[in-house]
T-cell receptor, first 111, second 115 residues
Framework: DAKTTQPPSMDCAEGRAANLPCNHS???????VYWYRQIHSQGPQYIIH???NNETNEMASLIITEDRKSSTLILPHATLRDTAVYYC????????????FGKGTRLSVIA | EPEVTQTPSHQVTQMGQEVILRCVPI?????FYWYRQILGQKVEFLVS????????KSEIFDDQFSVERPDGSNFTLKIRSTKLEDSAMYFC?????????????FGPGTRLTVL
C-alpha cells in the first residue's frame, strides 16, 4: 500500500502557483520522495524526486519539511496542460523497488 | 527526446484468448517494467525484468502472465487466457540503471478490453 496521503482534488487558477501537499509521516531515512503525474490516462510522467533537501528542475520544485514527514510539490506557473493526477510516492533508496502509486491528487487548472 | 512506445494502443479480445502486448523501451535502458491500471483505480506494479530474467513480480503477476525480450528492442507481456478482470490499461516502463534514483519512463499504454 502507498505510504502517502494526498488530498483527492485541488483547483488552481491558470498562471498561479499550484502547491500540492503530501503527507508521508512514516517515511524512513532510507526512502526518497518521488512525484509523478498522469494526464488523462496517459502513462505516468516523472516530475521530480528528493531525499531531504529541496529540489528544483524545469518542471517543478519540491519542498521537503525538516522532519521529512511531509512535502509540497510546487508548479510555479500552472497552465491548462498541467491538469492531471499527481502522485506522491515514497521509495527505498537501495535496490530497484517498484513504484507504489496511491490515488493521488487530481489537479484542475482553471482558465 | 527518446520515449517508450507501446503497441497496440487498444486491444479487444474475447475471454480465454491469448494476448501479447508489445513495448519498445528506450534504447540504452536495461530495466523494464509492466504496470497496469484498471479503470478508475490505482496504477499497480506487475513485474520488473533485467538481464533476461524477472527481477520482481507482484501478486497480480500469476501463471497467466509472462514477459519476454524476444530481440534487442522489444519487451512483451503475454496473458495466456484472458479474463474479464484483465481489462485495464497496461503501461510499460524502462529505466537505465535500475537504481532507486533512476527515473522510470512510461509508455502511453495499451488499453486491453476483454469481452
Amino acid at each position: 500500500d502507498a505510504k502517502t496521503t494526498q488530498p483527492p482534488s485541488m483547483d488552481c487558477a491558470e498562471g498561479r502557483a499550484a502547491n500540492l501537499p503530501c503527507n508521508h509521516s512514516t517515511i524512513s531515512g532510507n526512502e526518497y520522495v518521488y512525484w509523478y503525474r498522469q494526464i488523462h490516462s496517459q502513462g505516468p510522467q516523472y516530475i521530480i524526486h528528493g531525499l531531504k533537501n529541496n529540489e528544483t528542475n524545469e518542471m517543478a520544485s519540491l519542498i521537503i519539511t525538516e522532519d521529512r514527514k511531509s512535502s509540497t510539490l510546487i508548479l510555479p506557473h500552472a497552465t491548462l496542460r498541467d491538469t492531471a493526477v499527481y502522485y506522491c510516492i515514497v521509495r527505498a533508496i537501495s535496490g530497484n523497488t517498484p513504484l507504489v502509486f496511491g490515488k493521488g491528487t487530481r489537479l484542475s487548472v482553471i482558465a | 527526446e527518446p520515449e517508450v512506445t507501446q503497441t497496440p494502443s487498444h486491444q479487444v479480445t474475447q475471454m480465454g484468448q491469448e494476448v501479447i502486448l508489445r513495448c519498445v523501451p528506450i534504447s540504452n535502458h536495461l530495466y523494464f517494467y509492466w504496470y497496469r491500471q484498471i479503470l478508475g483505480q490505482k496504477v499497480e506494479f506487475l513485474v520488473s525484468f533485467y538481464n533476461n530474467e524477472i527481477s520482481e513480480k507482484s501478486e497480480i503477476f500469476d501463471d497467466q502472465f509472462s514477459v519476454e525480450r524476444p530481440d534487442g528492442s522489444n519487451f512483451t507481456l503475454k496473458i495466456r487466457s484472458t479474463k474479464l478482470e484483465d481489462s485495464a490499461m497496461y503501461f510499460c516502463a524502462s529505466s537505465r540503471l535500475g537504481t532507486s534514483t533512476d527515473t522510470q519512463y512510461f509508455g502511453p499504454g495499451t488499453r486491453l478490453t476483454v469481452l
